[in-house]
């Protein structure tokens, strides 16, 4: 489970505490399909496996996550109309969502596009203070997938403002409308992502879990009644030729 990805660092704590890093920063940790398939292959393993008792998901170098690999749109190794037709595309969502043992995201830099679900479905979420998140598929020509994911959790003005201007938003914005919890200095990310994990990880167990499960029941009634509606547009979205001029646009600035 530990070592064998392309892109993912994987390790667990004597406390039981698993880090996973998104591990491509020179290409801002962009998600490949492999990444997909990895994180797919991960959170099922970690489900299963006891002795880990809380998950912290972040990102090398200077920035979390840019979203879906743009690049691949192009070429074909991230064809966006096969992702949403897969079985990986959405479990390596749902079963992150699903997973028993708390989880954090600690954002070290910009999260942009589907790096926003990280944000979205971790129950505790900090963040850098120069962190900047949004969802730009609208620029790129593509629907959105996290409407019934993002409206319970910051509002509909909050999650019609990020899905159809593709704005970026500061952290100290992200935290007012509700999307992270604490902004915290870039030297303090880590040390309190694990202090957090590693006082979740030392509770009963089962009041923990149970408490996450029922927390997540109406988060998950909205985003699953979306969640097939939004991919059949994204699917449809991804086969129209604004959404390739948009990427060649994109690609050329």
């Known amino acids: 489970?530990?070592?064998?990805?392309?892109?993912?660092?994987?390790?667990?704590?004597?406390?039981?505490?698993?880090?996973?890093?998104?591990?491509?920063?020179?290409?801002?940790?962009?998600?490949?399909?492999?990444?997909?398939?990895?994180?797919?292959?991960?959170?099922?393993?970690?489900?299963?496996?006891?002795?880990?008792?809380?998950?912290?998901?972040?990102?090398?170098?200077?920035?979390?996550?840019?979203?879906?690999?743009?690049?691949?749109?192009?070429?074909?190794?991230?064809?966006?109309?096969?992702?949403?037709?897969?079985?990986?595309?959405?479990?390596?969502?749902?079963?992150?969502?699903?997973?028993?043992?708390?989880?954090?995201?600690?954002?070290?830099g910009t999260a942009a596009g589907v790096a926003i679900f990280f944000a979205g479905l971790s129950d505790i979420v900090l963040s850098v203070d120069t962190a900047k998140f949004g969802d730009p598929h609208v620029k790129i020509g593509l629907v959105p997938p996290g409407t019934g994911l993002f409206a319970p959790l910051i509002g509909l003005r909050h999650t019609k403002f990020l899905m159809m201007t593709g704005e970026m938003i500061s952290a100290e914005e992200a935290f007012r409308i509700g999307l992270i919890n604490r902004i915290v200095g870039a030297d303090e990310l880590m040390?309190?992502?694990?202090?957090?994990?590693?006082?979740?990880?030392?509770?009963?167990?089962?009041?923990?879990?149970?408490?996450?499960?029922?927390?997540?029941?109406?988060?998950?009634?909205?985003?699953?009644?979306?969640?097939d509606t939004e991919l059949a547009y994204e699917t449809l979205s991804a086969t129209t030729q604004s959404h390739r001029d948009a990427v060649e646009h994109f690609l050329q600035r």
């Open 191 to 227: 040390p309190e992502a694990n202090r957090l994990a590693q006082q979740m990880s030392s509770y009963p167990q089962e009041a923990l879990q149970w408490t996450k499960k029922c927390v997540n029941r109406l988060l998950f009634v909205s985003w699953e009644s979306l969640w």
């Open 1 to 108: 489970m530990l070592n064998d990805f392309d892109s993912l660092l994987v390790s667990v704590d004597d406390h039981g505490v698993l880090t996973c890093k998104l591990n491509r920063p020179d290409k801002f940790n962009a998600i490949t399909v492999q990444d997909m398939k990895d994180l797919d292959r991960l959170w099922a393993d970690v489900a299963e496996d006891k002795s880990v008792r809380a998950v912290i998901v972040t990102g090398a170098g200077d920035r979390f996550c840019a979203g879906g690999d743009i690049t691949g749109m192009l070429n074909g190794e991230f064809n966006v109309k096969e992702i949403t037709q897969t079985t990986f595309g959405t479990s390596c969502w749902k079963r992150f969502a699903a997973l028993p043992q708390p989880t954090i995201a600690a954002i070290n």
